[in-house]
């Protein structure tokens, strides 16, 4: 213990329970400095944008409302972060800066590159896990090399002891105050210009405690239907946490801490659930070993895939009018909520990438601008999946089918009927194929394909046709 002061620089771990580097910087005695520095130049082209900047202002906001109550304050800053550290330990008279990890590829160098800088200043650095359950330097195969495959890295880590959350002791902590020092939450500019996520307002809460809430309400029912549930986008089945680990308004240790206390994990609910926190892992786990895969495919042999770039397609496909109902009704609720439901992000995505020829990454692109979610590890790997080009990979001959899709998993059409209401009065025989449908049934709906709702941009046949033949094509090079 001592009385030097600690900055304690906050990024994707926007709370104050369990917080590794907070509990750290209480036990380290002193008094406490904790800022958010706004440095989008450092992730270069995956600097967060869009609407993950709007929950990122939110999540701010709310975390510096929380240590307002407890008696500190959270400070701003903008510009390079170590210019930034160091101007502020000059200012404030700090002598330890204490962080939680990253692990994408530009944060691993600039982290390192600090630390160095700082401790040959003399300052006191530590930095902590609080973002994973397992961080990937920790999982290895039998043979030391990194898991490109999950089940294998399931296994591996599944039986693994779980660290508990930290207990944060923020009765003993003392915080650093300075009306005049840093600017304003309003001055990172962090809500975009465009007045589209407004809309976002109505369907997020932001906060620590409706993490927690969510998770709690999602534990008292629907986990235990997860297994099938989930699948079902007009179900809310699923937790939604998705916005909230990624910011880190709540950890992979609280989850799997209520998950244990409120459930049996052999049960298929819960113990489904589990794995999906432990795919967020495995993306983490790929992305820290293959830092390159956000702009490479990490199978070589797809680098030269001929894809079409077609920007009139990407742009239908973007504003959800591609005649295929299910990915419309995906694009349109991706667009409203900034969010969209797991089994359409398979559906859309292979829709462009496979129907379409368009390159994966436009499609990473346009998740990356619209999500709220938008997280480098898990879009990567969702989106190389659907290009069957990354880990544990869908196979790029096996095609989607939009049609069989959505009368798996919309049997009743109620999602489609719910975000494109054009198509709200066809009947749900037709829902997911209205080309099906006799013109006087059309009629009777009110919808004219062509003019109400598109035609679809490509017939499946064709366009799964087009996908085989490119893929042979790689194949054979
Ligand atoms: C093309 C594509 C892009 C994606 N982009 C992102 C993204 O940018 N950010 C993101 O968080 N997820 C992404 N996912 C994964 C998944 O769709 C979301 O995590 C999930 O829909 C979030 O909803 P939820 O919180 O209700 O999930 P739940 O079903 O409640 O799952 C709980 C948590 O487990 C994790 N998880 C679940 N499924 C996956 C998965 N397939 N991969 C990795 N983690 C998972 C998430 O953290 C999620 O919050 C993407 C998937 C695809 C197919």
Known sequence: MSNKLTILWLRQDLRLNDNSALQAAIEAGGPILPVYIDDREAMGDWAPTGASLWFLHRALESLEASFKKSGGQLFYLKGDSLAELKALIDSSGAGRVYWNRRYEGPHRERDAAIKKALRDAGIEVKSCNTSLLNEPHTVSTGSGQPYKVYTPYWRNVKERKLEPPVEVDLKTADFYTNKSMGCQLEDLKLLPDHPWHRKLEAYWDVSEESAMKYLDKFLAEPVAAYDTDRDLPRVAGTSRLSPYLHWGLIGPRQVMERLHATHDLREQGPQTYAKEIYWREFAYNVLYHFP??????????????????????????????????????????????????????????????????????????????????????????????????????????????????????????????????????IPTKFIHEPWEAPPSVLEQAGCQLGEDYPEPIIDHKKGRERALAAFDKVKAS
């Not at 991706?334 to 439901?341: I, N």
């Not at 880990?391 to 939009?402: L, V």
Request: hydrophobic share 35%.
């Open 292 to 425: 390159h895969t956000p702009d490479a495919p990490l199978q070589e042999k797809y680098a030269d895939f001929p894809w079409e770039y077609d920007k009139s397609v990407l742009k239908q496909w973007q504003q959800g009018r591609t005649g295929y109902p299910i990915v419309d009704a995906g694009m349109r609720e991706l667009y409203e909520t900034g969010w969209m439901h797991n089994r359409v992000r398979m559906i859309v995505s292979s829709l462009l990438v496979k129907h379409l020829l368009q390159d994966w990454r436009d499609g990473a692109r346009w998740f990356w601008d619209t999500l709220v979610d938008a997280d480098l590890a898990s879009n990567t790997l969702g989106w190389q999946w659907s290009g069957g080009c990354g880990a544990d990979a869908a196979p790029y001959f096996r095609i989607f089918n939009p049609m069989t899709q959505g009368k798996k998993f919309d049997p009743d059409g109620d999602y489609v009927k719910h975000w494109v209401p054009e198509l709200k009065h």
